[in-house]
């Protein structure tokens, strides 16, 4: 197969325009033509203009912006035989067997109906004269790969669907808002989110805002008298200390009896039954504007690149694949058996079968609402009788990291709800050492999850060995029974001395749990940290900014990205904006790569490139640093171009956290809490980390997670991460081929 196309349909979703850039660069750069098939299935079914052959620079500049750039449209026509006949006599008409649809699960459904009539399609064509049989024998099959583009998330199959992390993006950022403005006059807000059979977006984005209500299709309230049930709850916050209160209604969302619960109708209850001055905001198809998120971006190229070659590599014979994710990790399965199962999860909702349907979504889903049941409590729990109530200590260490205030928020809050008392240590380790701890209370914590900082305080400070003596004392003193470090390498590395230490400080004899939160993403036992989306995110929102300055004038930027000896955020970023280089401390630099970098840009510029960027990570080598390589362009490129630099620095660990950050945050805090609890029964003192690897959530005994961490560079001897580079950098070269075998 030479000839593949790709089209959009169903509705946009932000991320789409980044798959079909990488499906149209990594089918050429394979030697294969692609065709963009526009509007959809009704482009498809018209043919002519809307089938157009696609050159690498006709997808550049898209990869940041939302919608699709190549439309979508609803199709009655294609539901029709003669439809679809139609549509294989217009691919056939260009050569095309080979097909990528990006779209939700009818899309998909549609696609497989096509595929498994094409060979009677084709025969039906061919007894008509509209093909020669040469055309009938050279195309007998067509092949398909879906990739799913819905902001619902509601594909089984694939942790999360093309546009859902953008969506919540836009979700969050409207309900912190409107939390502001709440928090003033008192009020209480509804909001209504999409979701017409998937409460993804409205249960994540309650996790990610400290809603204090939610409600969904799949898990509806379990009492008939859920109107008094929620206001019981809201009143008991008010009265607790909240000044404002916030329910998340699904579109879709029902009673347990099947009736749907709008917005409107939540108004109604809260006013009448609460007596407050309540407001509903109903976000349409706000949530599915703007730019992709940088997760959007990365993780959508991804599976555009994994698609080209499940069409170009695929057995004949195969059935259909959809490419989705699992954790890190691109996937294929069975594009049908996910569409089936996506059905039986709306069939279970309409059946009022709300156990199956929550099940069918998945343990991550289960989970979540359980925390999130916890969390929108007003008040805990009361102590079960005859519990032993551990004393456990959080404190933050090493750099700051969005994300710490929300990882702090649930564990206070899943640990007072078991009955716990959880003590708040000032300003690190350093506030152990000075016996500088608070007793937290639930409501101490209200309003973490958005804000961005610590609220408990952090730093990188060095403790002398005097420091033990005193940190042990405190630990006698206020008797804790486990600690909860939430940070980087310095608290992993002091989390260690401890466990050394404990021949000298019996103290130090308790279990303790560590939760890694850093924008460098480079800890021992987990592939992803708690901050470093925040922060991609930060550096693809300035260099937003920086290409709308630069494309003006012709220009290069050289951008200089936080990571220590880590590339992750300089490749990553590359990756989410298109950046023709990423110089990475793990790779370092050398003359012959400036050399054919100033060959890359040249050549770009030369055939009509108006911007060029280039991102250095600030350790990734000490001679040729971001001022060297950027005077070397400069003078290389002549007139060409202009050559700037941007040294981004702290701003990469400002702002608030991002709705992926605050929920991994939420979700290792879970773990945690459990894990100290489990331990602190057990009298089993065992220092242990928690974190992601592949799909699955772990805890790894701090030793052991050791092994295969690089202290000296201070990151893990292998990166899952490192193995995208050649991928990135074909999608940046300035046309198909241009590195040749070189990748």
């Given at each position: 197969?030479?000839?593949?196309?790709?089209?959009?349909?169903g509705?946009?979703?932000?991320?789409?325009?980044?798959?079909?850039?990488?499906v149209?660069?990594a089918?050429?750069?394979?030697?294969?033509?692609?065709?963009?098939?526009?509007?959809?299935?009704?482009?498809?079914?018209?043919?002519?203009?809307?089938?157009?052959?696609?050159?690498?620079?006709?997808?550049?500049?898209?990869?940041?912006?939302?919608?699709?750039?190549?439309?979508?449209?609803r199709?009655?026509?294609?539901?029709t035989?003669?439809?679809?006949?139609?549509?294989?006599?217009?691919?056939?008409?260009?050569?095309i067997?080979?097909?990528?649809?990006?779209?939700?699960?009818?899309?998909?459904?549609?696609?497989?109906?096509?595929?498994?009539?094409?060979?009677?399609?084709?025969?039906?064509?061919?007894?008509?004269?509209?093909?020669?049989?040469?055309?009938?024998?050279?195309?007998?099959?067509?092949?398909?790969?879906?990739?799913?583009?819905s902001?619902?998330?509601?594909m089984?199959?694939?942790?999360?669907?093309?546009?859902?992390?953008?969506?919540?993006?836009?979700?969050?950022?409207?309900?912190?808002a409107?939390?502001?403005?709440?928090a003033?006059?008192?009020?209480c807000?509804?909001?209504?989110?999409?979701?017409?059979?998937?409460?993804?977006?409205?249960?994540?984005?309650?996790?990610?805002?400290?809603?204090?209500?939610?409600?969904?299709?799949?898990?509806?309230?379990d009492?008939?008298?859920?109107?008094?049930?929620?206001?019981?709850?809201?009143?008991?916050?008010?009265a607790?200390?909240?000044?404002?209160?916030?329910?998340?209604?699904?579109?879709?969302?029902?009673?347990?009896?099947?009736?749907?619960?709008?917005?409107?109708?939540?108004?109604?209850?809260?006013?009448?039954?609460?007596?407050?001055?309540?407001?509903t905001?109903?976000?349409?198809?706000?949530?599915?504007?703007?730019?992709?998120?940088?997760?959007d971006?990365?993780?959508?190229?991804?599976?555009?690149?994994?698609?080209?070659?499940?069409?170009?590599?695929?057995?004949?014979?195969?059935?259909?694949q959809?490419?989705?994710?699992?954790?890190?990790?691109?996937?294929?399965?069975?594009?049908?058996?996910?569409?089936?199962?996506?059905?039986?999860?709306?069939?279970?909702?309409?059946e009022?079968?709300?156990?199956?349907?929550?099940?069918?979504?998945?343990?991550?889903?289960?989970?979540?609402?359980?925390?999130?049941?916890?969390?929108?409590?007003?008040?805990?729990?009361?102590?079960?009788?005859?519990?032993?109530?551990?004393?456990?200590?959080?404190?933050?260490a090493?750099?700051?990291?969005?994300?710490?205030?929300?990882?702090?928020?649930?564990?206070?809050?899943?640990?007072?709800?078991?009955?716990?008392?959880?003590?708040?240590?000032?300003?690190s380790?350093?506030?152990l050492?000075?016996?500088?701890?608070?007793?937290?209370?639930?409501?101490?914590?209200n309003?973490?999850?958005?804000?961005?900082?610590s609220?408990?305080?952090?730093?990188?400070?060095?403790?002398?060995?005097?420091?033990?003596?005193?940190?042990?004392?405190?630990?006698?003193e206020?008797?804790?029974?486990?600690?909860?470090?939430?940070?980087?390498?310095?608290?992993?590395?002091?989390?260690?001395?401890?466990?050394?230490?404990?021949?000298?400080?019996?103290?130090?004899?308790?279990?303790?749990?560590?939760?890694p939160?850093?924008?460098?993403?480079?800890?021992?036992?987990?592939?992803?940290?708690?901050?470093?989306?925040?922060?991609?995110?930060?550096?693809?929102?300035?260099?937003?900014?920086?290409?709308?300055?630069?494309?003006?004038?012709?220009?290069?930027?050289?951008v200089?990205?936080?990571?220590?000896?880590?590339?992750?955020l300089a490749?990553?970023?590359?990756?989410?904006?298109?950046?023709?280089?990423?110089y990475?401390?793990e790779?370092?630099?050398?003359?012959?790569?400036l050399?054919?970098?100033v060959?890359?840009?040249?050549?770009?510029?030369?055939?009509?490139?108006?911007?060029?960027?280039?991102?250095r990570?600030?350790?990734?080598?000490?001679?040729?640093?971001?001022?060297?390589?950027?005077?070397?362009?400069?003078?290389?490129?002549?007139?060409?171009?202009?050559?700037?630099?941007?040294?981004?620095?702290?701003?990469?660990q400002g702002?608030d956290?991002?709705?992926?950050?605050?929920?991994?945050?939420?979700?290792?805090?879970?773990?945690?809490?459990?894990?100290?609890?489990?331990?602190?029964?057990?009298?089993?003192?065992?220092?242990?980390?928690v974190?992601?690897?592949?799909?699955?959530?772990?805890?790894?005994?701090?030793?052991?997670?050791?092994?295969?961490?690089?202290v000296a560079?201070?990151?893990?001897?292998?990166?899952w991460?490192?193995?995208?580079?050649?991928?990135?950098?074909?999608?940046?070269?300035?046309?198909?081929?241009?590195?040749?075998d070189?990748?």
């Amino acid at each position: 197969m030479k000839r593949i196309g790709v089209l959009t349909s169903g509705g946009d979703a932000q991320g789409m325009n980044a798959a079909v850039r990488a499906v149209v660069r990594a089918g050429l750069d394979r030697g294969a033509e692609v065709y963009a098939i526009y509007e959809g299935y009704q482009g498809l079914v018209e043919g002519g203009a809307a089938i157009r052959a696609m050159t690498w620079g006709a997808v550049g500049g898209i990869l940041q912006q939302g919608g699709t750039a190549i439309g979508t449209a609803r199709c009655q026509e294609f539901r029709t035989r003669a439809g679809r006949l139609q549509a294989v006599h217009n691919l056939l008409s260009y050569g095309i067997d080979g097909l990528v649809v990006i779209g939700g699960d009818g899309s998909l459904t549609g696609a497989d109906m096509l595929r498994a009539e094409w060979p009677e399609l084709v025969a039906e064509l061919a007894a008509q004269g509209m093909l020669t049989p040469a055309q009938a024998a050279d195309h007998p099959r067509l092949a398909i790969v879906g990739l799913v583009g819905s902001i619902d998330n509601d594909m089984q199959g694939t942790d999360i669907t093309i546009g859902a992390d953008t969506a919540l993006h836009r979700i969050t950022e409207a309900v912190d808002a409107i939390t502001s403005t709440a928090a003033s006059h008192q009020r209480c807000f509804v909001v209504e989110v999409m979701g017409r059979n998937a409460g993804y977006l409205a249960l994540m984005s309650a996790i990610a805002t400290g809603a204090d209500w939610v409600l969904i299709p799949e898990s509806p309230p379990d009492v008939d008298n859920w109107e008094e049930k929620m206001c019981e709850v809201l009143k008991a916050g008010r009265a607790a200390g909240r000044r404002n209160s916030t329910v998340i209604v699904a579109e879709g969302a029902l009673d347990r009896n099947g009736a749907k619960i709008t917005a409107e109708y939540v108004q109604q209850v809260l006013v009448e039954r609460l007596q407050e001055d309540v407001r509903t905001t109903i976000l349409g198809h706000v949530q599915r504007g703007g730019s992709p998120s940088a997760y959007d971006r990365v993780m959508s190229t991804l599976l555009g690149v994994a698609a080209v070659e499940q069409l170009l590599d695929g057995s004949p014979d195969e059935e259909p694949q959809l490419i989705g994710v699992k954790g890190n990790r691109v996937m294929r399965v069975p594009l049908m058996e996910c569409v089936h199962k996506t059905h039986a999860v709306n069939a279970a909702i309409r059946e009022r079968d709300f156990a199956q349907a929550a099940k069918l979504r998945g343990r991550s889903f289960e989970e979540n609402f359980r925390i999130l049941r916890t969390m929108v409590r007003a008040l805990p729990h009361a102590p079960r009788p005859g519990i032993r109530r551990l004393r456990l200590a959080v404190l933050n260490a090493s750099g700051l990291a969005p994300g710490m205030n929300a990882a702090v928020r649930a564990a206070v809050r899943l640990a007072l709800d078991r009955g716990h008392y959880v003590l708040g240590v000032r300003n690190s380790f350093q506030g152990l050492v000075e016996n500088d701890l608070f007793e937290f209370d639930w409501m101490a914590v209200n309003g973490w999850a958005r804000m961005g900082g610590s609220e408990l305080g952090t730093n990188r400070r060095s403790l002398a060995p005097s420091d033990y003596y005193a940190i042990a004392r405190t630990i006698d003193e206020r008797k804790i029974d486990g600690l909860l470090v939430i940070g980087g390498w310095s608290g992993y590395n002091t989390a260690l001395q401890m466990l050394k230490g404990r021949e000298n400080f019996p103290a130090f004899a308790i279990p303790i749990i560590l939760m890694p939160a850093t924008i460098n993403n480079n800890l021992p036992g987990t592939e992803l940290c708690i901050g470093a989306d925040t922060a991609l995110n930060n550096i693809v929102d300035v260099m937003n900014k920086i290409k709308q300055s630069a494309v003006a004038s012709r220009r290069c930027f050289v951008v200089e990205v936080m990571g220590k000896y880590c590339g992750y955020l300089a490749l990553m970023s590359m990756i989410a904006t298109g950046a023709e280089r990423a110089y990475l401390p793990e790779r370092g630099i050398t003359l012959d790569d400036l050399r054919a970098d100033v060959r890359l840009l040249n050549t770009g510029f030369n055939e009509g490139k108006r911007l060029g960027v280039m991102i250095r990570n600030e350790e990734a080598h000490p001679i040729y640093t971001t001022d060297f390589i950027a005077r070397l362009f400069e003078a290389e490129g002549g007139d060409l171009y202009e050559v700037r630099t941007a040294v981004l620095g702290h701003m990469q660990q400002g702002g608030d956290p991002t709705p992926f950050d605050r929920i991994l945050a939420t979700r290792y805090a879970y773990r945690c809490v459990q894990y100290l609890e489990e331990k602190a029964y057990a009298h089993d003192s065992e220092v242990a980390c928690v974190g992601i690897t592949g799909s699955e959530y772990a805890i790894t005994p701090l030793v052991d997670a050791l092994r295969g961490y690089d202290v000296a560079k201070e990151r893990p001897k292998q990166q899952w991460w490192l193995g995208l580079e050649p991928m990135a950098r074909m999608l940046a070269q300035p046309g198909p081929g241009f590195y040749g075998d070189a990748l």
